[in-house]
């Protein structure tokens, strides 16, 4: 019996997993597929560099050799426009990595491994019975076999899996209409002077600002590209294009920068998409559980919080459930509930922004931004929360952070 078992070795789990063995519990994780294995949402924010420190995992992801990333840029017909994270306002990291998720997450987990976890691949959870001390999970092997684990705490880090909420009834509809994203990676072939690859691009459809676009340059020479949009769309056959490699390619011929910069890309995978990806649980937690990361809420990929707030999460949990081990009592709500939702809002604010077209303002009004606030306050303020510190209360973006982007959208007009 683990003091503690994990549902999926996604960042989530692995960080909560190397945070637990340190503090002194024996943990399990049981991840259904075998790493490595592809995932999306490659590229990190600045703060999640502290998390996998306190993790113990920071070393591994350093010596991988990912590709380095130091901020943003954003592009709109001919408006351009780059955020640096090292010019933030809250203290911390400045710099973080641009990965592949395949090996990104199999570092992590084996780093997990490492510290003490025990890591079960092709293990499949199936049934939960919550219980305050003895929440028993029940895990399916490969070959179809059973068997119940119980645990003294179980993490549900399943991701899009959403393993108790959908088996406990969690879910709650999200309040944005359903989209949808198409990707691939890409050999780019982009020449080393056209475009700085320590930053993600993002732009926006010149005659559709709806529909917007990543590009991710990653190590040796690869790209992850992307479009997102609403469902309908995007599934729509596209100048006559109805195959779905087709349709992204037809998107991105729209996108400008990114087309121009990417004229000799290969593919080098067959893509995918994700369909209707936002959710929503009505608890976070519950008898002998809690759900960290995807499995508990994801909002949207345009400022790449997923695997922040996947850690973020891990993080504020692991703390929790090492106090209720020892038998203090934890207040769930107050330790873990609320900071974290407190970040997701400020992110969610952001979001909220960007397809009302308010946060577009901002962005692309940096130098009238700068002038109107006197000095680079201003921007440092939203880089910081551009770049993950969605939680520093210190930054009155943060503090109220509807009243100050309606602030600035409105001085940007
Ligand atoms: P995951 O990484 O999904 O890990 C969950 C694990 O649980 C998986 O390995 C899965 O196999 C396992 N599992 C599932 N069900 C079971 C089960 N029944 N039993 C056992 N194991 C199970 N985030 C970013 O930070 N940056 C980005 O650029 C970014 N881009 C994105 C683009 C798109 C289009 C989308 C949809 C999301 C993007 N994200 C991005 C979000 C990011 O993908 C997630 O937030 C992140 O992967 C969450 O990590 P996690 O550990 O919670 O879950």
Request: aromatic content about 8%; glycine content about 8%; overall charge negative.
């Amino acid at each position: 019996m683990p003091d503690v078992a994990i549902i999926g070795a996604g960042p989530a789990g692995a960080v909560a997993a190397a945070l637990l063995v340190k503090a002194g519990w024996s943990v399990e994780i049981f991840e259904r597929t075998h790493f490595p294995r592809f995932s999306i949402g490659e590229s990190l924010l600045p703060q999640a560099m502290e998390w996998l420190e306190d993790a113990g995992l920071l070393r591994d992801v350093i010596e991988t050799g990912f590709q380095h990333k130091n901020g943003a840029m954003f592009q709109w017909g001919t408006r351009e426009a780059a955020f640096d994270f090292r010019e933030k306002f809250t203290p911390g990291w400045g710099t973080t990595y641009q990965v592949r998720r395949d090996i990104f997450d199999d570092v992590l987990a084996r780093g997990a491994a490492r510290l003490g976890a025990k890591l079960h691949f092709g293990q499949t959870v199936t049934a939960m019975q919550p219980h305050a001390t003895q929440p028993r999970l029940t895990v399916q092997d490969e070959t179809g076999a059973d068997r119940v684990v119980e645990a003294r705490f179980v993490l549900d880090a399943s991701g899009f899996g959403r393993v108790l909420a959908r088996l406990l009834d969690l879910e709650i509809p999200v309040a944005v209409p359903p989209r949808m994203a198409m990707f691939r990676h890409v050999r780019d072939h982009i020449p080393p002077q056209a475009y700085d690859r320590n930053k993600i691009l993002i732009s926006i459809n010149p005659n559709k600002p709806s529909v917007w676009y990543w590009m991710i340059p990653l190590a040796d020479g690869l790209c992850s590209i992307g479009v997102v949009g609403e469902i309908a769309d995007l599934q729509a056959a596209r100048n006559g294009n109805a195959d779905r490699n087709s349709r992204l390619a037809a998107w991105v011929a729209e996108s400008g920068l990114m087309h121009q910069l990417l004229s000799k890309a290969e593919p080098v995978n067959d893509g995918g998409e994700i369909v209707g990806y936002a959710c929503r649980v009505k608890n976070l937690v519950g008898p002998g559980y809690a759900l960290l990361g995807n499995a508990g809420e994801f909002l949207d990929p345009v400022f790449s919080s997923g695997v922040t707030i996947a850690l973020k999460s891990a993080s504020l949990a692991a703390k929790a459930v090492d106090r209720q081990l020892r038998g203090e009592m934890p207040n769930w709500d107050a330790e873990f509930c609320k900071p974290l939702v407190k970040g997701v809002d400020t992110f969610r604010t952001y979001v909220n922004g960007w397809y009302e077209g308010s946060l577009q303002r901002v962005i692309f009004n940096q130098s009238a931004t700068a002038q109107l606030a006197g000095h680079d306050r201003i921007k440092s303020m939203v880089t910081s929360i551009l770049a993950g510190y969605a939680w520093d209360e210190e930054n009155p973006f943060v503090r109220r952070p509807q009243e100050t982007l309606e602030m600035v959208a409105s001085l940007c007009e």
